[in-house]
């Protein structure tokens, strides 16, 4: 059984991608990984699933006869009272007015149990100014959740200055397809202490397939690009630092840039990083408050990284 201090940390933590590249799924596909992934027994490590305003439809078309309320006529029938709703976060691939109409059609298709019973309740959307923060919250109806994707290549204390205090969230991108676009730890550290000094929550996603900072190829092609990537643990315990403790900068780097899976530790009481510990209650408040979600693309690989490494 995992620890406590490990639950605490990955507990609905995986937001599931598997739409968006490297993996690029099909529709049927995805929304079958996430209904199994959903009855399995890591279901509790399983987040919200990832859609474009632009395929909601689809969404709807593909997944709506897994959704709980309509599992009697798709096999699931043993599954139908004990399923939640989807949760559905939107990437705003759209203009914000139509992604929202399409959010608004969506969530009203699926109020029904007939038709499957799911719910956006979060939206996503590049930023790249304070000023496009300022003039488009309030355009975001209240039962939507709005995170702003923050450019990770300058400064932008400025841009989450804005979202203090507006209930909004900020969104990291910690990796891509491509080596060139892995931000520094120092560009993902700068923006988690500016987060946790302004007391803006976050989510990350991007290249967050693998609990530890380490060496992997960047796609699931043929003779990939490699280079190191972010490791989930890592982003996860240094936002725990930076809350907590009010960690430096310099403090998160050397958390972001840690390399040996043995320098972190779980236990029942607290999860640790070379003798420096946080509490499983604290850790538990933070993923609430604070370090909301990972976006991966992959489910299975972060999870059977995480019971390679003996952690569950």
């Given at each position: 059984?995992?620890?406590?201090?490990?639950?605490a940390?990955?507990?609905?933590?995986?937001?599931?991608?598997?739409?968006?590249?490297?993996?690029?799924?099909?529709?049927?596909?995805?929304?079958?990984?996430?209904?199994?992934?959903?009855?399995?027994?890591?279901?509790?490590?399983?987040?919200?699933?990832?859609?474009?305003?632009?395929?909601?439809?689809?969404?709807?078309?593909?997944?709506?006869?897994?959704?709980?309320?309509?599992?009697?006529?798709?096999?699931y029938?043993?599954?139908?009272?004990?399923?939640?709703?989807?949760?559905?976060t939107?990437?705003a691939?759209?203009?914000?007015e139509?992604?929202?109409?399409?959010?608004?059609?969506?969530?009203?298709?699926h109020?029904?149990?007939?038709?499957?019973?799911?719910?956006?309740?979060?939206?996503?959307?590049?930023?790249?100014?304070?000023?496009f923060?300022d003039e488009?919250l309030?355009?975001?109806?209240?039962?939507?959740?709005?995170?702003?994707?923050?450019?990770?290549?300058?400064?932008?204390?400025?841009m989450v200055?804005?979202?203090?205090?507006?209930?909004?969230?900020?969104?990291?991108?910690?990796?891509?397809?491509?080596?060139d676009?892995?931000?520094?730890?120092e560009?993902?550290a700068?923006?988690?202490?500016?987060?946790?000094?302004?007391?803006?929550?976050?989510?990350?996603?991007?290249?967050?397939h693998?609990?530890?900072?380490?060496?992997?190829?960047?796609?699931?092609?043929?003779?990939?690009?490699?280079a190191?990537?972010?490791g989930?643990?890592?982003?996860?315990?240094?936002?725990?630092?930076?809350?907590?403790?009010?960690?430096?900068?310099?403090?998160?780097?050397?958390?972001?840039?840690?390399?040996?899976?043995?320098?972190?530790?779980?236990?029942?009481?607290a999860?640790?990083?070379?003798?420096?510990?946080?509490a499983?209650?604290?850790?538990?408040?933070?993923?609430?408050?604070?370090?909301?979600s990972?976006?991966?693309?992959?489910?299975?690989?972060?999870?059977?990284?995480?019971?390679?490494?003996?952690?569950?």
């Amino acid at each position: 059984m995992p620890t406590e201090s490990l639950c605490a940390l990955v507990a609905g933590l995986f937001d599931y991608a598997g739409l968006f590249p490297p993996t690029g799924h099909g529709m049927q596909r995805a929304v079958e990984s996430y209904a199994r992934d959903r009855m399995g027994e890591d279901a509790w490590m399983l987040g919200r699933f990832v859609c474009a305003a632009s395929r909601l439809d689809a969404l709807s078309e593909h997944g709506a006869a897994l959704m709980p309320g309509t599992y009697a006529t798709s096999g699931y029938r043993e599954h139908a009272d004990t399923l939640e709703p989807w949760g559905v976060t939107v990437v705003a691939d759209l203009p914000l007015e139509h992604a929202l109409a399409r959010i608004a059609e969506f969530n009203e298709r699926h109020s029904r149990e007939d038709r499957g019973l799911a719910g956006a309740d979060a939206v996503e959307m590049k930023a790249e100014s304070a000023a496009f923060i300022d003039e488009t919250l309030d355009d975001v109806p209240g039962d939507i959740l709005p995170f702003y994707e923050l450019p990770i290549d300058r400064d932008c204390r400025g841009m989450v200055a804005a979202l203090s205090g507006s209930g909004a969230c900020a969104k990291v991108r910690c990796g891509g397809v491509t080596p060139d676009a892995i931000p520094a730890p120092e560009r993902i550290a700068a923006l988690l202490h500016a987060c946790a000094a302004g007391d803006v929550p976050f989510k990350a996603t991007a290249g967050l397939h693998h609990p530890v900072r380490a060496e992997q190829p960047l796609t699931y092609e043929p003779s990939p690009p490699r280079a190191v990537m972010h490791g989930f643990v890592n982003v996860l315990l240094a936002a725990v630092a930076a809350r907590e403790d009010r960690a430096s900068p310099d403090d998160l780097v050397a958390i972001l840039s840690e390399r040996d899976p043995s320098a972190f530790t779980f236990t029942d009481a607290a999860a640790a990083w070379r003798g420096r510990e946080w509490a499983a209650e604290s850790i538990t408040s933070i993923r609430a408050s604070f370090a909301l979600s990972i976006g991966s693309c992959s489910f299975e690989e972060p999870v059977g990284d995480l019971r390679g490494f003996g952690w569950l």
